[in-house]
């Protein structure tokens, strides 16, 4: 008992320790002079603009991401290629890989100076301090989630409820529609709110593609940062509330679909007392 | 529908699953597939469903070829061992599930619905998700989906084997019941003797990837055709090298006769007959005997009893 309150109150301190306290100052400090500064500094075209640059790379590192991962855990899981371990380790690789070792890496290949850089621009497409190369750190760094998520859960799914589907009549998409893509859809959701949440954050390795560009480059991790270099600490903190709250958001969302398409007892099967028999 | 396979192989990589089988099975019988677990049963019974794609051989359903055929398109109902529910669909829509894909109008599939629902004793559990079922009623959810879209042919993985042994009677009770009724051709694979002697009207015993005799249960039980049958179907006990029926084993309490000499071990009486264990010189293990349940024997023997045994009529092997 006393070993159970023991264990209970050291991991809710720890936790409070390391990620409330944070987070509570974090708030306290942002709203210390009011609300006012903070709307203000929210809205300033600056902050609006690292908000839209922030959210496009969203809006297409997400989607990319989810599309590949499901289709790479599905490949890693079901078909098992030769070299399958390859391309599992390579899936992990963002992981490993500093994203500042990526930044550097994608400045070598598309710089002024790089190996494919010089190409580009020829053919007039700039990759290096602009979109394009901000999009390719920002799909890199997120891309293990959706298959890291998804790979367990399909193995555990297992084939037979498919081939059942296949047995009773069910085309390859039906049986992809109705039985696999529900199946895996807790994975998925995990998938894409860790996948935003990399997306929204990256730091190091847009830092150094983007050039930084005030009003044009710049996403909100590296505004918070500027304002945080320029004393604006109330526009930092400010900032770096939003981009927490816009995470937890997309974590609320998404939970809520997907409490809305599921039904009682679907993806936790409970037996209740006697429930093996009749 | 008639069902064959001629001569149908399939390898694992170097395990042989099946080797050269070929079976037949008659229109609107109820078969079932006997063997221990890893004899290949449940492969083939995967072959005949096109799960499985056979290295060589041929799969006829009605006489047409369907070796290369996708499951979809063999008239198939498939039963698995761990029934494979859809777990996000309800009782109703799990059996729905055959006529949705086929986009049947929806007061087609939902009389029909209703229909097997009752037919599987599943009423008043139409929206109720497979975990709040009981293994029992889950079994009957999957057997009601394969129902569903009116298949040719009933394809049953140990339907059974994961239910405990009460409800396992029950359910096959049941469902000879129920293959009277609906008269679809139906293939049962099972690792228990006892069940597949009672369900079915034919029984194919099959190991280690080949069939070692396919019969009516009474042909298995009374010729067997090897050992292994011998052994596997019913009790049996092995007297100067040959295996025999314990029944067909004639017991001379008086020592008079000029059979096997033997002595006593131990008689246990039993609900249906007798068993007497009889240790008989330069055999291993002793030899079973059962007698009918009249009390002469019973005060005749005792153990360390001087008997003597005599094999009587058919023996299978050695």
């Known amino acids: 008992m006393i070993a159970r309150v023991g264990l209970r109150v050291a991991a809710l301190g720890y936790l409070a320790l390391v ?59 079901r078909y098992r290629p030769p070299g399958t371990w390859l391309i599992a380790a390579l899936v992990d690789l963002p992981f490993a890989v500093s994203p500042v070792v990526l930044g550097l890496a994608l400045f070598i290949l598309y710089g002024r100076t790089g190996w494919l850089g010089p190409l580009l621009t020829e053919h007039g497409i700039d990759v290096v301090f602009a979109v394009p190369g901000m999009v390719l750190a920002t799909v890199f760094v997120s891309l293990p989630f959706v298959a890291g998520e998804v790979a367990p859960v399909l193995e555990e799914a297992g084939v037979e409820a498919e081939q059942a589907a296949a047995t009773l009549g069910a085309s390859g998409w039906q049986t992809l529609w109705r039985i696999t893509l529900p199946a895996i859809r807790w994975g998925v959701t995990y998938g894409i709110v860790l996948t935003t949440a990399r ?72 037996t209740g007392p006697g429930g093996e028999h009749e | 529908m008639t069902i064959t396979a001629t001569g149908v192989t399939k390898r694992f990589g170097s395990f042989v699953a099946l080797d050269d089988v070929s079976i037949e099975v008659p229109d609107r019988s109820l078969t079932a597939l006997l063997g221990p677990s890893g004899g290949g049963k449940s492969t083939l019974l995967r072959v005949l469903a096109g799960l499985e794609t056979p290295d060589s051989g041929q799969v006829r359903i009605g006489g047409v070829d369907l070796t290369r055929a996708h499951p979809r398109e063999r008239g198939i109902g498939f039963v698995f061992q761990h029934y494979a529910p859809f777990t996000h669909m309800t009782v109703a829509e799990n059996i729905a599930f055959g006529l949705t894909v086929r986009r049947r109008p929806k007061a087609e599939v939902s009389s029909r619905v209703a229909q097997l629902i009752e037919l599987v004793r599943l ?39 994961a239910l405990d042994a009460a409800i396992r009677a029950e359910l096959r009770d049941w469902l000879r019941r129920l293959h009277e009724q609906i008269a679809v051709t139906t293939i049962v694979v099972t690792h228990d003797q006892e069940e597949a002697l009672e369900l079915a009207d034919q029984v194919v015993v099959i190991n280690q990837g080949r069939v070692e005799q396919a019969g009516t249960p009474t042909e298995l039980y009374d010729r067997p055709a090897s050992p292994f049958v011998m052994t596997f179907i019913g009790a049996s006990t092995l007297l100067h090298g040959s295996w025999h029926r314990p029944h067909d084993i004639d017991l001379d309490a008086d020592g008079q006769t000029d059979g096997a000499a033997g002595t006593v ?4 009486a039993l609900p249906t007959h007798i068993r007497v264990d009889v240790d008989v010189p330069e055999h291993t293990d002793a030899v079973v005997v059962h007698l009918p349940r009249d009390g002469r024997a019973l005060s005749a023997l005792a153990p360390g009893r001087r008997v003597r045994l005599t094999a009587r009529g058919r023996s299978g092997g050695t």
Do not use: K, W
């Open chain 1, 19 to 77: 990620v409330l306290g944070p987070v509570v100052l974090l708030v306290a400090r942002t709203f210390a002079s009011g609300v006012a500064p903070v709307v203000a500094a929210l809205t300033s075209p600056d902050a609006v603009h690292a908000l839209q640059v922030s959210l496009m790379l969203v809006a297409v590192a997400v989607p990319v991401n989810t599309v590949f991962g499901v289709v790479c855990a599905f490949v890693l899981v």
């Open chain 1, 199 to 270: 997306a929204l954050g990256e730091f190091g390795a847009v830092a150094i593609v983007s050039g930084n560009l005030v009003g044009q480059t710049q996403t909100l991790p590296l505004f918070v940062e500027e304002r945080f270099s320029d004393f604006d600490l109330t526009g930092a903190y400010a900032a770096a509330l939003l981009l927490g709250l816009l995470a937890v958001a997309v974590l609320v969302v998404l939970t809520r679909l997907n409490r809305r398409a599921e039904r009682p007892g679907s993806d936790h099967p409970t």
């Open chain 2, 123 to 161: 009423d008043g559990l139409a929206q109720r998700y497979p975990a709040q079922l009981s293994g029992g009623q889950r079994q009957r959810m999957v057997l009601a989906r394969a129902l569903a879209v009116q298949p040719r042919v009933l394809l049953l993985d140990e339907p059974f084997g």
């Open chain 2, 265 to 268: 071990r131990r008689v246990i």
